[in-house]
């Protein structure tokens, strides 16, 4: 992930940036299994959330790690569109399970149709170099996060507390960062320190799916 400026980064920097996401990777990947086990009882619609959710979350890690580990080029441009582009799928993959799962009907239909429209739009703009200011940009990754603030009141009534618990830890986990993708421009090493805070965040909610889902 990118942060607010163009400011380039050290070969130090890259490595810690491309490490710290390599063994979120690994984590990621390490979790599917306990996500498809914890869903495999539930309804087509659930289990098929579930799975979203886990395929972004390792897409997301998968074009991070690579792009911080190319060397500058052409193939690190293209993955740095793939990066902002998987951010926006992840975002809304988190949604999913709870969407079609714990809310179902109006509900969960308008949340799951509004959050990929804006996932879909967000993703296009960045490929086509339409979204070039980062202001912009990271004010839409926080808008989506936080769009789940609306259907609040259903939420709290169909899903767990300890799950709830966790989507409100991640939400405040991924925002914190924020702080620090903003600071990239001026503290070096900021960059790895966010993607600290987008692991901590996909841990929790990792957690919050897999008490839901259970």
């Not at 991924?174 to 421009?185: I, K």
């Amino acid at each position: 992930m990118r942060g607010m400026t163009k400011r380039p980064q050290s070969l130090g920097e890259e490595i810690a940036n491309s490490v710290s996401h390599g063994v979120a990777l690994l984590a990621a990947v390490g979790a599917v299994p306990f996500l498809m086990a914890s869903a495999r009882n539930r309804s087509a619609a659930s289990f098929a959330g579930v799975m979203v959710f886990a395929a972004t979350m390792v897409l997301l890690y998968l074009t991070s790690t690579v792009y911080h580990a190319l060397p500058d080029g052409r193939a690190k441009r293209i993955f740095l569109k793939l990066d902002y582009g998987a951010i926006y799928l992840f975002i809304a993959g988190s949604y999913t399970p709870f969407a079609l799962g714990a809310l179902g009907g109006a509900w969960g239909w308008t949340l799951f149709g509004l959050v990929w429209l804006l996932a879909a739009m967000g993703m296009a703009l960045k490929v086509f170099d339409r979204l070039t200011h980062p202001w912009f940009s990271t004010g839409l990754y926080v808008f989506m996060g936080w769009l789940v603030l609306v259907a609040a009141v259903p939420l709290v009534r169909q899903v767990p507390l300890t799950s709830l618990l966790w989507l409100v830890a991640g939400g405040l986990a991924y925002t914190s960062g924020v702080v620090f993708f903003v600071l990239d421009s001026r503290i070096r090493y900021s960059h790895a320190v966010w993607h600290g805070f987008v692991a901590a965040g996909t841990g929790c909610h990792t957690f919050a799916v897999l008490s839901y889902a259970a």
